[in-house]
């Protein structure tokens, strides 16, 4: 009896034993559980948005205005950024990645860095085209679309993976509800055969001219510097009927690529906050309760499922003086460029220092006392030599003007009129100079004239000499 309580004892034991190592496991599977579950809710970090467009788009500035980045700096090649988001309701936050390949599509090698088949699903592409050139928007969306085709090409994606990324973009416009008019998740109108048996919808046949080019990815075209709309009324000569034409041709782009279409002003912040909802709302599935928006021309949204033929044909009924028909750039036309008259600018060669104060030295020196001289090599300038004035021996004689009267400083040489007007003779401008020059020397003379003497005189200005009357 003994022996048998031990054993019974002992056997107690391990069951205990047994017990408390099954709790302290179901404990591990449990906080291993959790920690999964909290990893599938979390934002995932492999997510990623390819910017394409060409130079002066507004690409950078765009990136920037996402990011909250006040001053952007612009680099060349493919450039990579970041936008920081969060989850409020879940306190969670990733890092969406950006891609921003260079403005020419020479660089669209350089796509292989941004986007490969495991990220493919990952990724979101925004083509941007600026307002400033309306007569390229169209050119401008078609080499880029085709330049993401040909990278999508490239990939050897595998068929059947391909094909069901393109239904599911398929099944995401057909499935667009306008918000607000979403049914309630316990109607038994909601289409719930997704969550049956794990099978997916079938696919819809689409409407006509939509998804007819399907690249199996999120696209968003972006209308940039919508402010610059007022300018092209301005200067242009822009009308409604205008950028209702150039709306239509783009929305019917946007038709055919699935993409939904934003049209954004950084400089007058229209759209900007829009987008950036819009964006987390296609990547992390964030609610978005924002309809579409067609009012306002330069703060158009239309979300991808909204648009068809029939909502377009609406900017029809303003066209007055073209159709949905003509070729887009028969109608924007590229204004013609004005080159402006350049007037070409003289260079002025500066003389070096010591050879213009050596130059301005030899013509002090020859206008000093004694027969004045020409350095070899300079012309005599006009004002020192003159019709009216002859070179003698020892001074400077006014012509037809007799030595004896220049002897005397009493008696100062002042031409006539008829002189001056005299072919040959000084000019008024010469003979003004000569008066005004003997009269500063004759004011000199009544001063200090010596006792004896006479003055050699110059018209000119040369400092006047002494001689002797003897």
């Given at each position: 009896?003994?022996?048998?309580?031990?054993r019974?004892a002992?056997s107690?034991?391990s069951d205990?034993r047994k017990?408390?190592?099954?709790?302290k496991e179901?404990l591990w599977?449990?906080?291993?559980g959790?920690?999964?579950?909290s990893?599938?809710?979390?934002l995932?970090s492999?997510k990623?948005?390819?910017v394409?467009?060409?130079?002066e788009s507004?690409k950078t500035?765009?990136?920037?205005k996402?990011?909250g980045?006040?001053?952007?700096?612009?680099?060349s090649g493919?450039?990579?950024?970041?936008?920081?988001?969060r989850?409020?309701y879940?306190d969670?936050?990733?890092?969406?990645s950006?891609?921003?390949?260079?403005g020419?599509p020479?660089h669209?090698?350089?796509?292989?860095?941004?986007?490969?088949?495991?990220?493919?699903e990952h990724t979101?592409?925004?083509?941007?085209v600026?307002?400033?050139?309306?007569?390229?928007?169209?050119?401008?969306?078609?080499?880029?679309?085709?330049?993401?085709?040909?990278?999508i090409?490239?990939?050897n994606?595998?068929?059947d993976y391909?094909?069901?990324?393109q239904d599911?973009m398929?099944?995401?416009w057909?499935d667009y509800?306008?918000?607000g008019?979403?049914?309630?998740?316990g109607?038994?109108?909601?289409?719930?055969?997704?969550?049956?048996?794990g099978d997916?919808d079938?696919?819809?046949?689409?409407?006509?001219?939509v998804?007819?080019r399907?690249l199996?990815l999120?696209?968003?075209?972006?209308?940039?510097?919508?402010?610059?709309?007022?300018t092209?009324?301005?200067d242009?000569d822009y009308?409604e009927?205008?950028?209702?034409?150039?709306?239509?041709?783009?929305r019917?782009?946007?038709?055919?690529?699935?993409?939904?279409?934003?049209?954004?002003?950084?400089k007058?912040?229209?759209?900007?906050?829009?987008?950036y909802?819009y964006?987390v709302h296609k990547?992390?599935?964030?609610p978005?309760?924002?309809?579409a928006?067609v009012v306002?021309?330069?703060?158009?949204f239309?979300?991808?499922?909204?648009?068809n033929?029939k909502?377009?044909?609406i900017?029809?009924?303003?066209?007055?003086?073209?159709?949905p028909e003509d070729?887009y750039t028969?109608v924007i036309?590229?204004p013609p460029v004005?080159?402006?008259a350049m007037?070409?600018?003289?260079?002025?060669?500066v003389?070096?220092?010591?050879?213009?104060?050596?130059r301005?030295?030899a013509?002090?020196?020859?206008g000093?006392?004694g027969?004045?001289h020409?350095?070899?090599?300079?012309?005599?300038?006009?004002?020192r030599?003159?019709?009216?004035?002859?070179?003698?021996s020892?001074?400077?004689?006014?012509?037809g003007?007799p030595?004896n009267?220049?002897?005397s400083?009493?008696k100062?040489?002042?031409p006539?009129s008829?002189?001056?007007n005299?072919?040959g003779?000084?000019g008024p401008?010469e003979?003004v100079?000569?008066?005004f020059?003997n009269?500063?020397?004759?004011?000199?003379?009544?001063?200090?004239s010596?006792?004896?003497?006479?003055?050699k005189?110059?018209?000119?200005?040369e400092?006047p000499?002494?001689?002797s009357?003897?």
């Open positions: 009896m003994a022996l048998g309580g031990v019974s002992l107690g034991l205990l017990e408390k190592a099954e709790e179901n599977k449990k906080i291993l959790e920690v999964q579950s990893e599938r809710n979390k995932p492999c990623s948005v390819l394409l467009g060409d130079n507004g500035t765009l990136i920037a996402l990011q980045n006040e001053d952007p700096k612009k680099g493919l450039e990579y950024a970041y936008i920081d988001v989850d409020e879940r969670d936050h990733t890092r969406l950006v891609w921003v390949l260079d020419e020479v669209g090698e350089l796509l292989e860095y941004a986007m490969s088949p495991k990220n493919l979101l592409v925004l083509l941007t600026s307002m400033t050139t309306p007569w390229g928007i169209m050119d401008q969306l078609h080499t880029w679309a085709s330049t993401l085709q040909d990278h090409d490239k990939l994606l595998d068929p391909f094909k069901e990324r599911k398929s099944r995401l057909q509800v306008e918000p008019d979403e049914l309630e998740a109607s038994p109108m909601k289409r719930s055969s997704r969550n049956l048996d997916e079938p696919v819809l046949p689409l409407a006509e001219n998804l007819t399907n199996g999120h696209v968003i075209v972006v209308v940039t510097k919508t402010d610059y709309m007022s092209l009324e301005k242009f009308k009927e205008h950028f209702d034409f150039i709306q239509q041709s783009i019917k782009f946007c038709l055919q690529y699935g993409a939904a279409l934003f049209y954004t002003s950084v007058e912040d229209k759209n900007c906050d829009l987008l909802k964006l990547i992390y599935n964030f978005f309760r924002t309809p928006l306002e021309k330069d703060a158009v239309i979300p991808a499922g909204w648009d033929e909502k377009i044909a900017l029809y009924e303003n066209m007055h003086t073209m159709t070729y028969d036309v590229r004005v080159r402006k007037t070409r600018e003289i260079e002025v060669q003389e070096e220092e010591q050879a213009f104060l050596a301005h030295l013509q002090l020196q020859a000093g006392t027969a004045p020409t350095p070899q090599g300079r012309q005599e300038s006009p004002l030599q003159s019709p009216a004035v002859q070179k003698t020892d001074r400077r004689v006014a012509t003007v030595a009267q220049m002897g400083p009493k100062m040489w002042r006539s008829a002189e001056m005299k072919p003779g000084p401008s003979g100079l000569a008066n020059f009269s500063l020397l004759s004011k000199k003379t009544a001063i200090n010596p006792p004896t003497g006479g003055i005189t110059n018209v000119y200005g400092e000499t002494w001689t009357l003897h």
